[in-house]
């Protein structure tokens, strides 16, 4: 996730946009404590309303002598691990031995067809397919400009999103818990699945959500379809009680203050003006003719526990949980782990019932249904991106070593931000596109950011009730936040300076 190399440290592929948010979180952790938890480190004074679990877990292992690269990587890795390991015994239960081989490439390598053909056209235009392949310039399986949305997994979701891993692998518990409990009706299984996801709201919050959505499709269906009402009314008490005491309160804690704007009725996800149907079949060719010949194919019982996760891309079409329209994918992911196993099961039918015939047909549609998503994660190995300089290194070096662990500083919004990423302290206002998805108001407070470090006549009284210890000159930043340098020079002793940084501090 960080490679070290002589001039700074690099991010590896997609996490170059959210990493510095985890980062920050990471650090601030590591350097204040668990009280920090509620605290938000990129806007002081709010509730921390975001899953902290993974990162406080990173921040343990940091204290406890791990390198900040080591404590990203070796956690990431258990859990995905884990995930996969548990997807196959799964998938196994339902798909047979083949199928659950196959089950995790077709969730992790998933991508339209569609993205395969404008390789080929780029590769016509360049008129070399060897290199188009091997130094593809755009990620195939995301084609904004041609309305291709639901993108590859590794390197849309759990490679950026760094609390995906871990939610995918307790979510992958519950999911397994309420199939036994579909398949025996066994009361156990379902008090097991709701402790699974008991454990998720303050680790992946949207894999929370769309399993809660799942269980109440489920008991839908079940009471729909069993004549013993209060039978199933009685089973279904052994999962929404756990979750109302263990759930629900992590659940009110990690809301955000500004939540009305988070769900709202959206048709069609992210299709625009484009056709619904027009729109899926672009973004999910050939998978739908493969879930759906899997679905006619598959067990009864099989066929109604999928119902449930169908419900839920349904309204994952119609409902958009975030301000971030394309965060619907954190539901969809889990509608499409369920497909994935459906094929997988569809892929395994074919080799038994048709031998070698069968085995030729299941091996091409393998291919073309994880082609896309193989350029796509081999693209990501080969991308990388200066994130922290030596300076920033440097800079936040002496943030660590000569400020208080509490001390606020005054810095512009940049997302790989040195003072809040490596640096572990507070700053008054951090990125706002993480900000805006979070649910926080931050237009008064940028308003007298910009106030303060343009030196106007209200600035030092800003200071002082926002209690800022240290101010943050930026050489690449000056124009975008009007940084009044002679200002602060005038008022304030320099305490730190480089090429490209000056850091004033505030006497109180």
């Known amino acids: 996730m960080l490679l070290a190399r002589p001039d700074g440290w690099y991010s590896g592929g997609a996490t170059w946009a959210d990493l510095g948010w985890h980062l920050s979180m990471l650090s601030n952790f590591a350097e204040r404590g668990l009280s920090a938890v509620r605290e938000d480190p990129i806007f002081p004074g709010t509730r921390l309303s975001y899953p902290f679990l993974p990162d406080l877990l990173s921040a343990g292992l940091v204290r406890w002598g791990f390198s900040v690269q080591s404590s990203l990587i070796v956690p990431a890795f258990l859990a995905i691990l884990a995930s996969v390991i548990t997807l196959y015994f799964f998938a196994r239960r339902i798909a047979g031995p ?17 993205g395969c053909y404008y390789l080929w056209r780029d590769s016509r235009i360049s008129h070399s397919l060897s290199s188009t392949l091997l130094n593809p310039a755009v990620d195939y399986s995301h084609l904004p400009e041609r ?82 009402y209060w039978r199933v009314i009685y089973d279904w008490l052994f999962f929404a009680v756990p979750l109302i005491i263990l759930a629900l309160p992590q659940v009110l804690w990690i809301l955000p203050v500004h939540a009305g704007h988070f769900l709202r009725a959206q ?17 999910l060719s050939p998978h739908w003719l ?51 196993v459906l094929a997988g099961f569809f892929l395994e039918q074919l080799w038994q ?5 069968g085995a030729l047909i299941g091996v091409l549609l393998f291919a073309v249904l994880t082609g896309t998503g193989a350029a796509s994660v081999y693209r990501e190995l080969h991308l990388s991106w200066l994130m922290f300089s030596r300076e920033d290194l440097e800079l936040a070096d002496f943030v660590r070593t000569h400020t208080g662990k509490d001390a606020l500083f005054l810095t512009s919004d940049k997302h790989n931000n040195p ?49 800022i210890n240290y101010i943050l000159i930026e050489e690449d930043k000056i124009a975008d936040f009007h940084e009044n340098l002679v200002f602060f020079a005038a008022h304030y002793p320099r305490v730190y300076s480089s090429t490209r940084y000056i850091l004033f501090a505030v006497a109180k």
């Open 98 to 114: 083949i199928g659950a081989l196959a089950t995790p490439f077709l969730l992790f390598f998933n991508g339209s067809i569609v």
């Open 147 to 228: 309305n291709i949305q639901f993108s590859n997994l590794v390197s849309e979701y759990i490679l950026p999103q760094r609390a995906a891993e871990f939610g995918l692998f307790l979510g992958l518990l519950a999911v397994q818990f309420l199939w036994l409990y579909w398949d025996t009706r066994k009361q156990r299984y379902l008090v097991y699945a709701s402790l699974m996801l008991s454990c998720m709201p303050y680790v992946h919050f949207h894999s929370f959500v769309a399993l809660v959505i799942v269980a109440g499709f489920l008991f839908c269906i079940q009471f729909l379809a069993d004549p013993g």
């Open 267 to 283: 048709w069609g996800w992210m299709s625009g003006n484009e056709p619904l149907w027009l729109f899926w079949l672009k973004n």
């Open 290 to 340: 493969v879930f759906a010949l899997a679905y006619w194919m598959a067990k009864p019982k099989v066929k109604t526990f999928y119902l449930a996760f169908v419900g839920l891309f349904v309204l994952s079409n119609i409902l958009v949980f975030q301000p971030y329209d394309w965060d619907n994918i954190k539901l969809f992911v889990w509608w499409l782990l369920l497909s994935s």
């Open 353 to 357: 019932r048709h031998s070698w015939r």
């Open 419 to 467: 003072v809040a990423c490596l640096g572990g302290r507070r700053i008054l206002m951090g990125y706002r596109g993480w900000l805006s998805s979070h649910g926080v108001d931050y237009h008064l407070r940028e308003q007298d950011v910009m106030a303060i470090y343009s030196g106007s006549e209200t600035a030092h009284e800003l200071l002082n009730r926002y209690g």
